[in-house]
């Protein structure tokens, strides 16, 4: 693939449109059932200062807006190249781009687009907007106990555009959640931590030098912040993206669950998650290379082990049947069997 | 259930031979072994009851209509084979057989004598026809009906241009009511049938007669209604005690004595129901089954609904545990058995038929859940028995429906969405509230409209109520093709439309939506004209004697169902097909050509004549345009406007009793066919593709998530149609897996409820799954799916609905 083709970035304002803040997004998912407590919408925000090699997200990573390629969509009518002022565009089934020259990220080719080949990943928007749509679901949310979660790339790197959004749930009621890999600087965004009811937080690797082999940076932060969101009360979440031959020894699954346990008063648990490669078109669509092509998914018995060590720690371990916190209600086939 | 059968219960004495079985892998394997042997079993074609018919008309030429198809029937129950299978605990078939397909004749013949080289080998839902059965179709039956049945005397008086657009286009399908009989009906088990049995509805019709004069001209149709009552009821009564003589000469052989001891208990069940009430909770499955084969018997249709079924079984189950009598696992054995049952009945079709009711269905449903007439919620434990029977049966009816009430236990929703999960297609869910309204709009008193029921798929209905539910459906989506080429097909350019403008010269978007609607009422003008024409001939030719049993207010009034006899008359119910393809269409239309101007209408005229071909940008300009099902007012309010406009049109007729017309926006397979005629649609979809299904968004286009799908679907008047509405939603099991998953489920429900919507179902099926059952048929023989409103086996689907299902959107949230 030709240099271009590495996802071109739109020039990134951070401006105050009738007095809303703006921010960067690059998806809002409804109906998630495992992103926090009940049914969740689910706000990607873009940016990340990490550059996880397994991440699923990789459109999550730059703070722009980008222009994604998708190959299999493209019709080849054309329309792109015609489009493109500084004749760079060409249909993807060409490649995408022509050889040479920066493209800008004007958007011109995307709006030519018939088909959806040139696609948008992430757009500016209002903080209204974004609440706007986050309530639409709001009957959802009242019956299962569940609200918005706040996902990525790394959320607070946007604290200012998502306490705005944070106040407006609160406003209304909404249960509001972050996912976050715990890299964000807490002086700027203890003001939009403190809106939170629910924080989901990533622990990668315990070893800081081991973390940043894999992820491009250290868990210093990561770990101060974790306990700050601890010390706030907020009922959080641990999560450990589980990689094969990349953080799933049992040692470092132990470390991880003591550190919670003897650091992180109000966690409720620690959710492992097995890694999979369901990003994989994405990567393909920025003209980014995926470099985990030869690892599998750990499979169930492994997972099982794992949990057994979390478990052995005396730390809980949060799976789909346990949901996210203590449910009243467990399900009974037969209630008068 | 009335206090009435519940004193009675109390007052008899129980004397099971086999009590408290111990039938824990006994149970298991019962099923299992009963499940095997319907699955080896091939759908054929019997010809008993059509000889039966036959044979007893010729015999009763010059009496009343009436009263000769009570005799006719009455001949059947005399001579049928009475047919019990090894395992069974609740015996009776309506045939020579297991699955057996049986013909009518006075309803329409014709077909089977064009298809009976074909039949056993056509694409859809093929049947085995034995060679003698074969001979008494062709020197039997045929040549006394010729010239005498429903179907011949329909087309004879069906007018010309309601035929030319009615018969074989799929443009309406008026072919519902004169190629099949009606069913749709729910026996009232609660009210006449368990407190009463047969002899004392027998009893009643003598001493009417007796007061009945043959001077007195009013009397005269009541003398006929009542005579045929009492022949019905004889009828029924007799085959009872053939199964009961059966079993005894079972069970007198039976080597086993625990197959023996069954034996004879099935037989003093058959000497007791159904001609008296039952009196514990296996006669009252014995009785069920009986009324069933009663209803199989008397027509070849779908939709006889077994109704409320933990109502009114829930009384004998208790009064059971009570005394020590039954057992909870035995219970569950005998539910299972009567499911296999139900799943036994066929509803035997010609090959066109078959194009929109593919999976030799019946129809059959079984609603629990639900409210009491008082308001109060009445799940019990039988509902929940209820629920565990599809999972341990896994065959594809009946249909399971439940009925969720804000005060619905949540054990039980989280019971029903863990069957949903294991992707059998089952239950359907059904919100109580919209359903009361649905049913209060067809006229029903409040009260009474709290014990509605579910009907074939997914129609609001109740046991007091006679309609014709599904009178037919229509293709709206040729009345926007006909807008756009001055009403003309676009793959034959026939006239068959009205010949409105050229669509060029549309001044405006609301001009063009204007013709659109007229178009829309020229269809439904037919669809009137057809189902009156019907419900006379109807009325002439195929009046109920042994249904109108089943149903309060007949009796009362010495009237058939056909005439009125009902205690509630419903109007007829026509389903409208395509109407989202439809709003799809024109949002794309209104955005594109008058708005944007990105697309003129000459341009969009070509491309929908070419299919598109070499129009690839126009094409996926419409296909980029908005969807309904995503949560966008832009096009979901048209939906609204379409699915409006049913109602308000339907109405304005009036059918045989004075009732008006009602919408219906469910699915059957009607989208596959109605499909295959129209061409190119300004939504983007190609030629001859099937269109959207009832009520759902167009397959694939609902790309915003559930909750999106559901709140575009709110956004319709559910209770504007009483007919039904339908929404499926299919999931992958990786998203709903673990406890979080059922209740993430449940509470989608109830939202949904919450929403205004009426029904939803999920399909929780892998795509590869279906796409390596298709390669592989024999290895998924007993794979369960839900096609639309209903379940079939996958395998035994045609190629083309097989890829239908395997398209609709699968909301993956990863």
Same mark, same amino acid.
């Given at each position: 693939?030709?240099?271009?083709?590495?996802?071109?970035?739109?020039?990134?304002?951070?401006?105050?449109?009738?007095?809303?803040?703006?921010?960067?997004?690059?998806?809002?998912?409804?109906?998630?059932?495992?992103?926090?407590?009940?049914?969740?919408?689910?706000?990607?925000?873009?940016?990340?200062?990490?550059?996880?090699?397994?991440?699923?997200?990789?459109?999550?990573?730059?703070?722009?807006?980008?222009?994604?390629?998708?190959?299999?969509?493209?019709?080849?009518?054309?329309?792109?190249?015609?489009?493109?002022?500084?004749?760079?565009?060409?249909?993807?089934?060409?490649?995408?781009?022509?050889?040479?020259?920066?493209?800008?990220?004007?958007?011109?080719?995307?709006?030519?687009?018939?088909?959806?080949?040139?696609?948008?990943?992430?757009?500016?928007?209002?903080?209204?907007?974004?609440?706007?749509?986050?309530?639409?679901?709001?009957?959802?949310?009242?019956?299962?106990?569940?609200?918005?979660?706040?996902?990525?790339?790394?959320?607070?790197?946007?604290?200012?555009?998502?306490?705005?959004?944070?106040?407006?749930?609160?406003?209304?009621?909404?249960?509001?959640?972050?996912?976050?890999?715990?890299?964000?600087?807490?002086?700027?965004?203890?003001?939009?931590?403190?809106?939170?009811?629910?924080?989901?937080?990533?622990?990668?690797?315990?070893?800081?030098?081991?973390?940043?082999?894999?992820?491009?940076?250290?868990?210093?932060?990561?770990?101060?912040?974790?306990?700050?969101?601890?010390?706030?009360?907020?009922?959080?979440?641990?999560?450990?993206?589980?990689?094969?031959?990349?953080?799933?020894?049992?040692?470092?699954?132990?470390?991880?669950?003591?550190?919670?346990?003897?650091?992180?008063?109000?966690?409720?648990?620690?959710?492992?998650?097995?890694?999979?490669?369901?990003?994989?078109?994405?990567?393909?669509?920025?003209?980014?290379?995926?470099?985990?092509?030869?690892?599998?998914?750990?499979?169930?018995?492994?997972?099982?082990?794992?949990?057994?060590?979390?478990?052995?720690?005396?730390?809980?371990?949060?799976?789909?049947?346990?949901?996210?916190?203590?449910?009243?209600?467990?399900?009974?086939?037969?209630?008068?069997? | 259930?009335?206090?009435?059968?519940?004193?009675?219960?109390?007052?008899?004495?129980?004397?099971?031979?086999?009590?408290?079985?111990?039938?824990?892998?006994?149970?298991?394997?019962?099923?299992?072994?009963?499940?095997?042997?319907?699955?080896?079993?091939?759908?054929?074609?019997?010809?008993?009851?059509?000889?039966?018919?036959?044979?007893?008309?010729?015999?009763?030429?010059?009496?009343?209509?009436?009263?000769?198809?009570?005799?006719?029937?009455?001949?059947?129950?005399?001579? @049928?084979?009475?047919?019990?299978?090894?395992? *069974?605990?609740?015996? =009776?078939?309506?045939?020579? $057989? #297991? +699955?057996?397909? &049986?013909?009518?004749?006075?309803?329409?013949?014709?077909?089977?004598?064009?298809?009976?080289?074909?039949?056993?080998?056509?694409?859809?839902?093929?049947?085995?026809?034995?060679?003698?059965?074969?001979?008494?179709?062709?020197?039997?039956?045929?040549?006394?009906?010729?010239?005498?049945?429903?179907?011949?005397?329909?087309?004879?008086?069906?007018?010309?241009?309601?035929?030319?657009?009615?018969?074989?286009?799929?443009?309406?399908?008026?072919?519902?009511?004169?190629?099949?009989?009606?069913?749709?009906?729910?026996?009232?088990?609660?009210?006449?049938?368990?407190?009463?049995?047969?002899?004392?509805?027998?009893?009643?019709?003598?001493?009417?007669?007796?007061?009945?004069?043959?001077?007195?001209?009013?009397?005269?149709?009541? @003398?006929?209604?009542?005579?045929?009552?009492? *022949?019905?009821?004889? =009828?029924?009564?007799?085959? $009872? #005690? +053939?199964?009961? &003589?059966?079993?005894?000469?079972?069970?007198?052989?039976?080597?086993?004595?625990?197959?023996?001891?069954?034996?004879?208990?099935?037989?003093?069940?058959?000497?007791?129901?159904?001609?008296?009430?039952?009196?514990?909770?296996?006669?009252?499955?014995?009785?069920?089954?009986?009324?069933?084969?009663?209803?199989?018997?008397?027509?070849?249709?779908?939709?006889?609904?077994?109704?409320?079924?933990?109502?009114?079984?829930?009384?004998?189950?208790?009064?059971?545990?009570?005394?020590?009598?039954?057992?909870?696992?035995?219970?569950?054995?005998?539910?299972?058995?009567?499911?296999?049952?139900?799943?036994?009945?066929?509803?035997?079709?010609?090959?066109?038929?078959?194009?929109?009711?593919?999976?030799?269905?019946?129809?059959?449903?079984?609603?629990?859940?639900?409210?009491?007439?008082?308001?109060?919620?009445?799940?019990?434990?039988?509902?929940?028995?209820?629920?565990?029977?599809?999972?341990?049966?896994?065959?594809?009816?009946?249909?399971?429906?439940?009925?969720?009430?804000?005060?619905?236990?949540?054990?039980?929703?989280?019971?029903?969405?863990?069957?949903?999960?294991?992707?059998?297609?089952?239950?359907?869910?059904?919100?109580?509230?919209?359903?009361?309204?649905?049913?209060?709009?067809?006229?029903?008193?409040?009260?009474?409209?709290?014990?509605?029921?579910?009907?074939?798929?997914?129609?609001?209905?109740?046991?007091?109520?006679?309609?014709?539910?599904?009178?037919?459906?229509?293709?709206?989506?040729?009345?926007?093709?006909?807008?756009?080429?001055?009403?003309?097909?676009?793959?034959?350019?026939?006239?068959?439309?009205?010949?409105?403008?050229?669509?060029?010269?549309?001044?405006?978007?609301?001009?063009?939506?204007?013709?659109?609607?007229?178009?829309?009422?020229?269809?439904?003008?037919?669809?009137?004209?057809?189902?009156?024409?019907?419900?006379?001939?109807?009325?002439?030719?195929?009046?109920?004697?042994?249904?109108?049993?089943?149903?309060?207010?007949?009796?009362?009034?010495?009237?058939?169902?056909?005439?009125?006899?009902?205690?509630?008359?419903?109007?007829?119910?026509?389903?409208?097909?395509?109407?989202?393809?439809?709003?799809?269409?024109?949002?794309?239309?209104?955005?594109?050509?008058?708005?944007?101007?990105?697309?003129?209408?000459?341009?969009?005229?070509?491309?929908?004549?070419?299919?598109?071909?070499?129009?690839?940008?126009?094409?996926?300009?419409?296909?980029?345009?908005?969807?309904?099902?995503?949560?966008?007012?832009?096009?979901?309010?048209?939906?609204?406007?379409?699915?409006?406009?049913?109602?308000?049109?339907?109405?304005?007729?009036?059918?045989?009793?004075?009732?008006?017309?009602?919408?219906?926006?469910?699915?059957?397979?009607?989208?596959?066919?109605?499909?295959?005629?129209?061409?190119?649609?300004?939504?983007?979809?190609?030629?001859?593709?099937?269109?959207?299904?009832?009520?759902?968004?167009?397959?694939?286009?609902?790309?915003?998530?559930?909750?999106?799908?559901?709140?575009?679907?709110?956004?319709?008047?559910?209770?504007?149609?009483?007919?039904?509405?339908?929404?499926?939603?299919?999931?992958?099991?990786?998203?709903?897996?673990?406890?979080?998953?059922?209740?993430?489920?449940?509470?989608?429900?109830?939202?949904?409820?919450?929403?205004?919507?009426?029904?939803?179902?999920?399909?929780?099926?892998?795509?590869?799954?279906?796409?390596?059952?298709?390669?592989?048929?024999?290895?998924?023989?007993?794979?369960?799916?839900?096609?639309?409103?209903?379940?079939?086996?996958?395998?035994?689907?045609?190629?083309?609905?097989?890829?239908?299902?395997?398209?609709?959107?699968?909301?993956?949230?990863?």
């Amino acid at each position: 693939m030709n240099e271009a083709a590495v996802a071109p970035e739109k020039g990134r304002r951070r401006v105050f449109r009738g007095g809303m803040m703006q921010g960067v997004i690059f998806e809002i998912e409804r109906w998630s059932l495992s992103d926090g407590p009940g049914t969740r919408t689910v706000v990607f925000l873009k940016g990340c200062p990490l550059r996880c090699q397994w991440c699923s997200n990789p459109e999550s990573q730059s703070k722009k807006p980008q222009i994604g390629i998708f190959t299999a969509k493209c019709i080849q009518c054309g329309k792109c190249a015609e489009a493109c002022s500084i004749d760079l565009a060409r249909p993807a089934k060409d490649g995408g781009f022509a050889e040479g020259g920066v493209c800008a990220a004007c958007g011109d080719c995307v709006e030519a687009c018939p088909s959806r080949s040139r696609r948008w990943l992430g757009k500016l928007v209002d903080s209204g907007e974004v609440l706007e749509t986050i309530r639409r679901d709001m009957v959802f949310y009242r019956k299962s106990a569940g609200g918005v979660t706040f996902s990525g790339g790394e959320p607070l790197t946007q604290p200012a555009f998502m306490k705005e959004i944070l106040e407006g749930c609160r406003k209304v009621g909404i249960h509001t959640a972050v996912e976050t890999c715990g890299a964000f600087n807490w002086e700027a965004s203890e003001a939009a931590v403190r809106l939170l009811d629910f924080v989901m937080f990533d622990l990668k690797h315990m070893d800081p030098v081991r973390h940043a082999e894999i992820t491009g940076a250290s868990n210093k932060v990561i770990l101060e912040n974790a306990k700050r969101v601890a010390a706030l009360g907020i009922p959080m979440l641990v999560r450990i993206p589980v990689i094969t031959g990349i953080n799933d020894d049992p040692e470092n699954i132990r470390a991880t669950a003591e550190f919670v346990r003897d650091h992180l008063p109000s966690a409720v648990g620690i959710e492992a998650l097995p890694y999979h490669k369901l990003g994989l078109t994405k990567y393909a669509a920025l003209g980014m290379e995926y470099q985990l092509h030869h690892i599998t998914p750990p499979d169930e018995a492994r997972m099982e082990m794992l949990r057994g060590v979390i478990s052995e720690a005396g730390v809980a371990c949060i799976t789909p049947d346990t949901g996210y916190i203590p449910d009243p209600v467990q399900p009974k086939l037969k209630a008068f069997g | 259930m009335n206090g009435a059968a519940a004193q009675l219960m109390e007052q008899t004495e129980y004397t099971h031979p086999v009590n408290n079985l111990d039938s824990g892998t006994g149970a298991d394997n019962r099923t299992r072994r009963l499940k095997n042997a319907y699955l080896d079993a091939t759908p054929t074609i019997c010809m008993e009851r059509a000889l039966a018919f036959t044979q007893s008309f010729q015999e009763t030429e010059g009496e009343a209509r009436t009263l000769r198809l009570a005799k006719a029937f009455r001949r059947a129950c005399e001579t @049928i084979t009475v047919g019990i299978f090894d395992d *069974e605990l609740i015996v =009776g078939t309506h045939g020579s $057989g #297991r +699955r057996m397909g &049986a013909l009518v004749p006075e309803i329409s013949w014709k077909w089977l004598a064009e298809e009976l080289t074909t039949i056993q080998t056509r694409p859809r839902d093929p049947y085995h026809i034995d060679p003698e059965h074969e001979r008494l179709f062709r020197e039997e039956i045929i040549p006394y009906w010729k010239g005498r049945s429903l179907e011949e005397h329909a087309l004879a008086r069906l007018p010309e241009d309601t035929k030319r657009i009615g018969i074989g286009r799929d443009i309406l399908d008026t072919e519902m009511k004169w190629r099949s009989h009606v069913g749709e009906i729910t026996p009232d088990f609660q009210d006449i049938l368990f407190p009463r049995g047969f002899r004392a509805i027998c009893d009643e019709a003598q001493a009417k007669l007796e007061t009945l004069r043959y001077d007195n001209i009013d009397d005269l149709d009541k @003398i006929d209604y009542y005579r045929a009552t009492v *022949e019905a009821c004889e =009828g029924i009564i007799t085959l $009872g #005690r +053939r199964y009961a &003589a059966h079993a005894e000469a079972l069970a007198e052989k039976e080597t086993d004595p625990r197959r023996k001891a069954e034996l004879m208990t099935i037989a003093a069940n058959c000497r007791r129901v159904p001609e008296h009430p039952p009196r514990n909770f296996w006669e009252a499955s014995q009785m069920l089954w009986f009324v069933m084969i009663g209803c199989f018997l008397s027509e070849n249709c779908p939709a006889f609904n077994v109704g409320r079924f933990d109502m009114f079984m829930n009384p004998f189950y208790q009064a059971d545990r009570a005394r020590g009598a039954l057992s909870q696992a035995f219970a569950q054995e005998l539910i299972n058995c009567l499911w296999i049952k139900i799943a036994e009945f066929i509803w035997l079709l010609p090959q066109n038929g078959s194009k929109y009711y593919a999976g030799y269905s019946g129809f059959t449903n079984l609603t629990v859940g639900g409210r009491n007439i008082d308001g109060s919620q009445a799940v019990n434990e039988v509902s929940f028995m209820a629920v565990e029977a599809p999972a341990q049966v896994g065959l594809p009816q009946p249909s399971l429906s439940v009925i969720i009430h804000p005060d619905t236990p949540e054990e039980f929703l989280l019971a029903c969405c863990r069957l949903a999960r294991k992707g059998i297609g089952f239950p359907a869910f059904h919100n109580d509230r919209v359903g009361t309204q649905m049913m209060m709009y067809a006229g029903m008193r409040p009260d009474d409209a709290r014990e509605w029921t579910l009907l074939g798929c997914v129609v609001p209905h109740h046991r007091k109520v006679y309609e014709w539910t599904d009178a037919g459906g229509y293709n709206m989506a040729a009345a926007l093709e006909w807008t756009l080429n001055q009403g003309r097909s676009r793959l034959t350019g026939e006239q068959l439309g009205l010949p409105t403008k050229d669509a060029r010269h549309f001044a405006s978007f609301e001009e063009l939506k204007e013709t659109f609607f007229e178009q829309v009422r020229h269809i439904m003008k037919h669809c009137a004209v057809s189902t009156i024409i019907e419900q006379k001939l109807h009325q002439e030719m195929v009046p109920r004697p042994y249904l109108s049993l089943l149903v309060e207010g007949c009796l009362e009034s010495g009237k058939d169902l056909v005439d009125g006899g009902a205690r509630y008359n419903v109007g007829p119910g026509w389903i409208v097909v395509g109407a989202a393809d439809c709003a799809n269409g024109l949002a794309a239309i209104r955005k594109n050509v008058f708005e944007e101007n990105k697309i003129t209408m000459d341009q969009l005229l070509k491309a929908l004549d070419d299919d598109f071909v070499g129009h690839e940008e126009i094409h996926q300009q419409l296909r980029k345009s908005p969807k309904f099902g995503n949560d966008d007012d832009t096009v979901d309010r048209l939906v609204v406007e379409m699915t409006d406009f049913n109602d308000r049109g339907l109405s304005q007729y009036k059918d045989v009793l004075g009732q008006p017309f009602h919408s219906a926006i469910m699915g059957l397979t009607y989208n596959i066919p109605t499909g295959a005629v129209v061409g190119a649609l300004p939504c983007g979809r190609k030629a001859g593709e099937p269109l959207a299904e009832g009520c759902s968004p167009h397959p694939g286009t609902d790309v915003s998530g559930p909750t999106a799908t559901m709140r575009s679907e709110a956004k319709v008047n559910h209770e504007l149609h009483p007919g039904g509405t339908l929404l499926n939603l299919k999931l992958l099991p990786s998203v709903i897996e673990g406890h979080r998953g059922l209740a993430g489920m449940a509470a989608l429900i109830r939202s949904y409820f919450e929403l205004g919507g009426y029904h939803c179902q999920f399909n929780v099926i892998r795509p590869e799954t279906l796409r390596d059952a298709q390669e592989h048929p024999d290895r998924y023989r007993d794979l369960v799916v839900r096609v639309a409103g209903y379940c079939a086996i996958f395998t035994e689907l045609s190629r083309e609905v097989q890829n239908e299902i395997i398209r609709r959107t699968t909301h993956e949230t990863l």
